[in-house]
């Protein structure tokens, strides 16, 4: 097996994000959606030109995680974008791997990056949020020492999905 490579994602790498965003969405929690939702969804979050337009964002920042030159991981971090008290934190907005992947150490390495990054960027917290049902990243998170604040409401075209708030003090 290659050995993973890591960097900033950049512009160049947009089409490339967008395909394995979708990818690992649609792989993970696709079935839990009407299929107009979900497109409703992937178009809004996951298409290249709204991945360019972060990507281009000073405040937003994409890790990837490479393979022979292709994308098996990746995590979206900056400013918050739920209803906690920002005040000196950062959200870790998307975390994934793809699934023949995981297990590698992949996530262990982006979230060390991210809380890194969010350390060096001068946050005392960092948030997340995570689907209520998905117990392989609770456990991911708790290693770490998240802890569940609270809850919100995440919505995937017109269906709202029960997500959990996570909150680590840096």
């Not at 969010?118 to 708790?142: D, H, I, P, T």
Request: charged share 25%; hydrophobic share 45%.
């Amino acid at each position: 097996m290659s050995e993973i490579a890591y960097r900033d994602a950049t512009a160049a790498d947009a089409e490339a994000l967008a395909a394995f965003a979708e990818m690992t969405f649609t792989d993970t929690f696709g079935h839990l959606y009407p299929p107009e939702d979900l497109a409703t969804f992937v178009g809004a979050k996951y298409h290249a030109d709204v991945l360019r337009t972060e990507l281009a964002d000073p405040e937003t920042r994409y890790r990837v995680a490479l393979r022979d030159g292709r994308i098996v991981g990746y995590c979206k971090m900056g400013v918050i974008d739920m209803d906690v008290d920002a005040t000196g934190a950062l959200e870790l907005h998307r975390l994934y791997v793809d699934r023949d992947t995981k297990g590698a150490g992949v996530a262990q390495v982006l979230m060390d990056d991210a809380l890194a990054w969010a350390r060096g960027n001068g946050a005392k917290v960092m948030f997340l949020s995570v689907w209520e049902n998905n117990a392989r990243a609770q456990a991911f998170y708790k290693r770490y020492g998240f802890e569940h604040v609270g809850e919100h409401k995440f919505m995937v075209g017109n269906t709202a999905d029960r997500d959990f708030i996570w909150r680590l003090a840096l």
